[in-house]
């Protein structure tokens, strides 16, 4: 208790708060800017945490990036164009939202359940980080196969067009990620003597080109949409309560999924809100409204992938193992304010892990008026003509994709990417599940190919370890299911179609 | 240097603007530094790389009295942001950090720049690999390790730490020849970096894990697994009770990842007469020396000469190392 | 740029089987017995076969069956005539790169906003104003806020 009382003495300290609040202001900003990803914005946040406190440090790193992972949503539900790759999968579902006219429930939704998911998330780092954490542990490269392996199947349960199609995409995106020598053998490959290709491509450019140039490329050659029915943006979090009343177990599952993806190092939140979209659409009982503005994926996928950045800091903090890249940046912070990773912090230092548990809760509380004021703001841009929004997002690729890396091959990269999503786009390929098989190609790889490595080529091992084997038999059933579906539709078909001949 | 002034008097506008305290002097001679500074660093934001290079940076603006701005010029594996420091103009006004992997990444065959291409102005930090084993390993210490490794068939232990063909591994590399092994004796398992390479061996998949000890300090304080040596000349500060190679079982072998500010070749010697000095401060400066500490980084300074001269002993070892791993190309 | 799924299941053919092939020629790495080349073989032949499915119809079948395969919002609207016009913002993305470093930021944006505000059909009183506001606004967040390093070129920013 006098832990606690000393936490809030920390917590309430002015410097504390107006670190909370600037950097809530700030991770809004950078995650609404199509091509600056929440790991970018905490990534700038480092030289900062220089300045400051070790709990105003590790509160500015917290808070922007749950707003970063939250505002991301707002430019793929108003344009089509997701502000990070958490966002990506459910940005179709999203802007068709917006296009019915209801730009307002699905931004809440967005909001909403991020700030549910955020404190479910640090509930369950207060009360079962050591439980979860020993979950992480027990994970070896054969059961992150598996992982990713299932990460990638979600391309085929989200696409609304041919599954066929869908593969083909993610195995584009597959064969995207072996570019470079960031692969298993170090070797460089599909490089063409381009020294910048090295590195490989990284999913931002990829992302910002598929999705925003691409979205550009199509304003410029379709006429002006009808306008939009001017009226009143109505209430934000009006339908939310009832929204959380009628999908209250996807809201359950999307936080369970984003909690147990987020605690496993490398699987972050872009995996998370795959997992979920893919889980809401399959355990729907109306599949067929997703992709035409229904927010029950929504839902389930806004709470996790906010849920997992919470959980993704059990690892980071008992172990120093990031749960993903911005609990990688964060551990650096952590190390440099001396509040050195391990179980001693629980321990030892109880009084600043209560003040982080505050910091996790209090951001996401200022959350939803920051995020209201947020929203208001940027749907000014569903009132502003398109010759007016489109050029300005442009010049926010091209900046967006140089600030990464100061590179200026990412602003080509993300011109080449834009034509690939304009062709895709056109001929029924989804673009999503191209952007997550690159998101996921470097970890299946690394994954599949060390553990072939580990246990000398034989494939025995993925399937003998027991977390290993239960995540190979859901695979399984998962890959099955479809084909035992359309069999059995198949089969009903002719036999109804052979009824009919009959009678 | 007509550039030169140009330039500067150019930027000393921008420094009226930003800085009025110190504009005079861009007026009269040209006093370096004059306008603000770019440090480059080949490795992304929130890296080990980037946060030294970010309190170097910190630091280096309150010697000079002029802004130094972090630039992160990644991508091509540190190919790109290493080319980049090499041909920036030799003007003093952009300087870089590079690592150990501008001698490794020639050998290779992947870039033509080398540790030549560069005015070596000051080594700031050094880390030297350990020897990790899971908490419940049967080897108690190095030695029983080596006999264990002696005794296995070539490619039955796995070690981790980094990629294929990294720092790490080559450590490894170098350790197993120095006992008279071959470098693929301990089949190395490529991660991507070292702790993932950590948390498959507290997951109970390699045998151990040749990374440095500041990467492996977490997992040593939640007691899931131990450090049995470290191969550096002598023991941390940071972690004293880990024996050296030479203590634990008679080898001396060492190596480490290095951390050196430079600048492009030919830097004029008025910028280096103002950098070099002030590097040194700065390593002394306690502001750093906390920085060292809290991240458990190896504390090794050494002077330009200094500098350049552990860049090119490092090149041939590691350019050694790299041929008898078969990583080199011919 | 609409194709047929032959065409399209015809090129993704090709690009599997060249990346199979190109990736089963890749050097093996010395010390380990799964190479650098598993990886795109596999991806390689997968991209064959789902080339093949597309290409030959039979992936038509696995479709949801009364669905239409019509994208949500804009891109199901009619194609207006002028279709390169799609290729002005990759134009402009390369124009960026070819002349950031030369001109600086403020006029490369200030071209690049005119110039796709023109083509999405705007008139230059609007057009104008926002080529010389939009360059500042961006370069005063990026530069000032993120700290990152555009270049100055020609026309240095007033901070």
């Not at chain 1, 990773?341 to 030892?348: A, D, I, R, V, Y």
């Not at chain 2, 080949?42 to 309190?55: S, Y």
């Not at chain 2, 980094?162 to 693929?184: E, N, R, Y």
């Not at chain 3, 370069?139 to 100055?152: D, G, T």
């Amino acid at each position: 208790m006098m832990d606690f009382l000393e936490a809030v003495r920390l917590v309430a300290a002015p410097d504390v708060l107006i670190a909370i609040f600037a950097s809530a202001v700030y991770g809004l900003v950078v995650g609404s800017l199509p091509g600056l990803s929440a790991t970018m914005a905490t990534a700038l946040l480092v030289p900062v945490t220089f300045w400051l406190s070790p709990i105003a440090a590790v509160a500015t790193i917290i808070t922007a990036s749950a707003m970063a992972i939250f505002s991301g949503d707002i430019p793929g539900c108003l344009l089509r164009i997701p502000g990070t790759p958490a966002s990506a999968a459910y940005t179709d579902e999203a802007y068709a939202l917006t296009r019915k006219g209801q730009a307002e429930l699905a931004l809440g939704a967005g909001l909403w359940f991020s700030a549910i998911g955020g404190i479910v998330g640090t509930l369950s780092l207060v009360l079962m980080a050591p439980l979860l954490a020993e979950m992480a542990l027990s994970f070896s490269t054969f059961e992150y196969f598996w992982l990713a392996f299932l990460g990638l199947m979600c391309a085929t349960l989200v696409a609304r067009s041919s599954p066929i199609k869908a593969i083909a995409s993610m195995l584009l995106g597959l064969l995207v990620s072996c570019i470079g020598m960031e692969n298993p053998a170090g070797t460089p490959r599909f490089t063409f003597g381009i020294p910048d290709l090295l590195g490989g491509i990284e999913p931002i450019p990829a992302l910002v080109g598929v999705f925003a140039v691409s979205e550009v490329m199509r304003a410029m050659v379709t006429p002006e949409p009808p306008p939009l029915p001017r009226r009143k943006f109505g209430s934000i979090l009006a339908n939310q309560w009832m929204l959380t009343k009628k999908y209250q177990w996807p809201m359950w599952r999307g936080n369970v999924i984003g909690i147990i993806i987020g605690v496993l190092p490398g699987a972050g939140a872009d995996m998370a809100a795959w997992v979920s979209y893919a889980m809401s659409k399959r355990f729907s009982k109306e599949p067929e409204k997703f992709g035409t503005g229904h927010p029950e994926g929504l839902v389930e996928a806004g709470a996790s992938n906010n849920a997992s950045l919470a959980s993704g800091w059990v690892p980071s903090l008992l172990f120093g193992i990031p749960g993903d890249t911005i609990t990688a940046i964060a551990i650096g912070v952590l190390y440099m304010k001396g509040l050195n990773p391990g179980p001693t912090l629980f321990t030892e230092r109880a009084s600043s892990m209560y003040a982080l548990y505050l910091i996790f809760i209090l951001a996401n509380i200022i959350m939803i008026p920051l995020g209201i004021v947020m929203i208001r703001l940027a749907a000014s841009v569903l009132r502003a003509p398109r010759a007016a929004v489109m050029p300005v997002i442009m010049l926010l690729c091209a900046v967006g994709a140089f600030a990464t890396g100061s590179n200026l091959f990412s602003v080509l990269l993300v011109g080449v990417f834009g034509c690939l999503g304009f062709v895709m786009e056109r001929n029924g390929y989804p673009v999503a599940a191209l952007v997550l098989g690159i998101v996921m190609g470097t970890m299946v790889e690394q994954n599949f190919i060390t553990s072939l490595i580990k246990s000398d080529g034989d494939i025995l091992p993925f399937f003998e370890r027991p977390v290993s084997g239960v995540l190979a038999a859901m695979t399984f059933g998962a890959l099955l299911w479809p084909l035992g579906i359309w069999i059995w539709n198949r089969m009903q078909r002719r036999r109804m179609a052979a009824g009919d001949a009959t009678g | 240097m007509t550039t030169l002034n140009r330039r500067s008097l150019l930027g000393g506008g921008a420094a009226l603007l930003a800085a009025p305290a110190i504009a005079p002097n861009a007026l009269g001679q040209p006093k370096y530094p004059a306008r603000p500074m770019q440090l480059l660093c080949p490795w992304a934001a929130g890296g080990g790389t980037d946060a030294v290079a970010r309190i170097v940076a910190a630091l280096l603006e309150k010697e000079l009295g002029q802004p130094v701005n972090v630039v992160n010029r990644t991508g091509g594996s540190g190919v790109v942001g290493h080319a980049a420091i090499a041909q920036s103009p030799p003007d003093g006004y952009t300087l870089g950090i590079i690592t150990s992997e501008i001698c490794m990444l020639h050998w290779q065959g992947l870039t033509e720049v080398t540790y030549r291409n560069f005015t070596p102005l000051g080594l700031m930090n050094n880390d030297p690999p350990g020897i990790q084993v899971n908490v419940a390993s049967p080897y108690k210490d190095a030695k029983q390790l080596a006999e264990a490794i002696k005794a296995s068939t070539p490619g039955k232990m796995k070690a981790s730490g980094t990629g294929q063909g990294g720092i790490w591994h080559l450590a490894l590399a170098g350790w197993l020849g120095a006992m008279g092994l071959k470098a693929d004796h301990v089949r190395w398992v490529p991660s991507n970096g070292a702790a993932p390479a950590m948390q498959d061996l507290a997951a109970g998949g390699l045998d151990f894990t040749t990374c440095s000890v500041p990467e492996a300090r977490a997992m040593l304080d939640a007691g899931r697994c131990r450090s049995l040596a470290v191969m550096a000349p002598k023991r941390l500060d940071t972690f004293p009770n880990i024996p050296t190679l030479q203590e634990a079982m008679g080898i001396d072998f060492t190596t480490g990842a290095m951390r050196v500010i430079v600048g492009p070749a030919g830097l004029p010697e008025a910028v280096k007469a103002a950098i070099e000095p002030a590097l040194g401060r700065i390593y002394q400066s306690k502001d750093y020396q906390d920085f060292l500490a809290a991240r458990g980084f190896g504390g090794v300074y050494a002077d330009a000469a200094g500098a350049g001269k552990a860049l090119a002993e490092a090149d041939a070892s590691l350019g050694e190392a790299m041929k008898a791993a078969g990583l080199a190309k011919a | 740029m609409h194709l047929s799924d032959r065409v399209t299941g015809g090129v993704l053919m090709v690009l599997g089987a060249a990346a199979a092939i190109a990736g089963s020629r890749l050097p093996a790495v010395p010390g380990q017995e799964v190479g650098p080349a598993a990886f795109p073989l596999l991806i390689g032949s997968g991209l064959v076969l789902c080339g093949a499915l597309i290409a030959f119809g039979i992936g038509r079948s696995f479709e949801v069956p009364e669905e239409e395969e019509a994208p949500p919002g804009p891109s199901s609207s009619p194609w207006r005539p002028g279709g390169p016009r799609a290729l002005v913002p990759p134009a402009l993305l390369l124009f960026y790169v070819l002349a950031a470093d030369r001109l600086g930021f403020l006029l490369t944006g200030a071209v690049m906003v005119f110039v796709a505000a023109l083509a999405l059909g705007a008139r230059p009183r609007l057009a104008v104003p926002m080529a010389i506001v939009a360059p500042l606004l961006v370069h005063l967040a990026f530069y000032k806020l993120l700290r990152v390093p555009l270049p100055e070129g020609l026309l240095a920013a007033p901070w």
